[in-house]
């Protein structure tokens, strides 16, 4: 079993919306926090969404307040981020993972949102 399986990124004009998926590892997911980070050239990976073990809390950075969704099914081991009203500076390559990360990353989803 891959460890991290991210899916649902595309090519989208700005104001548009995206649903990303991220299937994990039993090992991985552990019914404990995780989040999606994006990774833009030149730039570190940031975590852009949070939630806890049980869904009751999320946080995000201020860039996307208002804009990203995120959830889980935690019988499903797949965390989703649903990105609204989506903005070029939103392009990148989306990562989902343990909080803090474990070490191993999946292949991401690359977003790319046209002006």
């Known amino acids: 079993q891959v460890p991290l399986v991210e899916s649902g990124g595309g090519t989208v004009q700005a104001g548009g919306s995206l649903r990303l998926s991220c299937t994990a590892s039993g090992r991985i997911f552990s019914n404990g926090p995780m989040g999606w980070y994006r990774q833009v050239p030149g730039k570190q990976r940031e975590l852009v969404a949070g939630?806890?073990?049980?869904?009751?809390?999320?946080n995000y950075v201020d860039s996307v307040k208002g804009r990203f969704t995120i959830s889980r099914d935690n019988a499903k081991n797949t965390v989703y981020l649903q990105m609204n009203s989506l903005k070029p500076e939103d392009t990148g390559v989306y990562y989902c993972?343990?909080?803090?990360?474990?070490?191993?990353w999946g292949q991401g989803t690359q977003v790319t949102v046209s002006s």
């Open positions: 939630i806890t073990a049980s869904g009751g809390v999320t």
């Open positions: 993972n343990a909080r803090p990360p474990s070490g191993y």
